[in-house]
Structures are given as C-alpha cells and as structure tokens.
C-alpha cells in the first residue's frame, strides 16, 4: 500500500505561485516527494523519467494544456495508469464533462483548500493501494 509519506507527485501548473502552494500544501499533508512542470510538454517528459504515483494537473497552460497532455497520457500504455487529478479554475459541466473523458481520478476548482487536497489525495491512495 502506498502511504502518503510514499506518494511521488508530479505537479503540473504554468504559474509558479500555483507549484509553490501546492508544494506546499502537499507538503503540510506529509508528502515530500513532489516534482514540478510548468506545461505539459515538460510533465511527459518527467512522466517518462520520474516514477510518479500521481499528477496534480492544471487543465489551461501554454504550449500543451492539461487536457492534450492528459490524452497523451491515457494513450501512453506505460503512464497510463498513472493516478490524475485535474486542479483547475473552470466549474462548468461542459468542460468537466471534457476533461473527465479522459479517465481522471478527481476534479478540483481552484482555489483548492489543503482539506478538499487531502480527500482527494486519500481516495486516490484507496484506489491505488
């Protein structure tokens, strides 16, 4: 079973004050092993030379938003199976409807409470463990 204090996460977001917060707040829920990637064309190739457990991804970013990447990593038969969960600024259904194609393993609005992270973190270790 993979604890929190084990967890490798990948965060992924364009704007560095984003990182540092969710470093941060990972960090404050016990998980030390984070790296991060501004856009999604530098998260696939961390993905590929990075054991990661799971991915904080913000869906809209320069060059390769979070949704291309995300399909990238779905059709990726060695990430595939890599834990994902989409943190971003948009609510509406349409778009979460989008996104949630894709087979993600959470879905959450930012700003994003360290308690909403954590829950979120915890369902994900139960489907892992």
């Known amino acids: 079973m993979t604890s929190r204090g084990r967890l490798r996460v990948l965060v992924v977001d364009d ?21 991060v990637a501004e856009d999604g064309v530098e998260a696939l190739g961390k993905l590929k030379t990075h054991a990661v457990d799971l991915v904080l991804l913000d869906a809209e970013m320069p060059r ?4 291309e990447m995300l399909a990238a990593v779905r ?11 989409v943190v971003t600024g948009r609510a509406d ?19 994003v409470s360290a308690a909403a992270l ?3 973190i915890e369902a994900v270790l139960r489907k892992i463990a």
Do not use: E, W
Not at 77 to 83: G, Q
Not at 93 to 104: E, K, L, N, T
């Open 15 to 35: 704007q560095k004050s984003m990182r540092d917060l969710m470093r941060l707040s990972l960090r404050n829920l016990g998980i030390d092993n984070c790296i």
């Open 64 to 67: 390769m938003g979070g949704v």
């Open 75 to 85: 059709a990726d038969a060695t990430l595939a199976k890599v834990s994902v969960i």
């Open 93 to 111: 259904a349409d778009f979460v409807r989008s996104v949630a194609q894709h087979r993600i393993d959470g879905y959450l609005v930012k700003p």
């Open 118 to 120: 954590g829950a979120r």
